[in-house]
């Protein structure tokens, strides 16, 4: 089973019912954050989605990430378990689907 999609520009999904999170403290730093979700955007272009899943799944659960960073990295997850789910790796995405409760 591969790992790899083809994505060109890959298209924000309108994010529908999101619930808004529990306040968080302003971002400290952000040029880390910034270099972890540059990462993580070139494994996804590169088609290596469960590396770019870990990243992006590392700043949802940072408590020092900023809004726009942990929306870019809602929004990317949310490609990646819809690529699976039209793929047919139904465990795949569920499991993504699930973790973004």
């Given at each position: 089973?591969?790992?790899?999609?083809?994505?060109?520009?890959?298209?924000?999904?309108?994010?529908?019912?999101?619930?808004?999170?529990?306040?968080?403290?302003?971002?400290?730093?952000?040029?880390?954050?910034?270099?972890?979700?540059?990462?993580?955007?070139h494994?996804?272009?590169?088609?290596?989605?469960?590396?770019?899943?870990?990243?992006?799944?590392?700043?949802?659960?940072r408590?020092?990430?900023?809004?726009?960073?942990?929306?870019?990295?809602?929004?990317?997850?949310?490609e990646?378990?819809?690529?699976?789910?039209?793929?047919?790796?139904?465990?795949?995405?569920?499991?993504?689907?699930?973790?973004?409760?």
């Open positions: 089973m591969s790992d790899e999609v083809n994505v060109a520009t890959p298209a924000a999904p309108p994010i529908v019912g999101a619930v808004a999170a529990a306040p968080r403290s302003p971002p400290v730093e952000t040029p880390v954050m910034d270099r972890i979700l540059s990462m993580a955007d494994c996804l272009h590169d088609h290596l989605l469960r590396q770019a899943a870990e990243m992006y799944f590392e700043v949802l659960n408590q020092d990430a900023g809004v726009p960073e942990t929306e870019h990295a809602r929004r990317r997850l949310i990646i378990a819809e690529f699976y789910e039209r793929t047919g790796n139904l465990q795949q995405a569920r499991g993504i689907y699930e973790q973004l409760l």
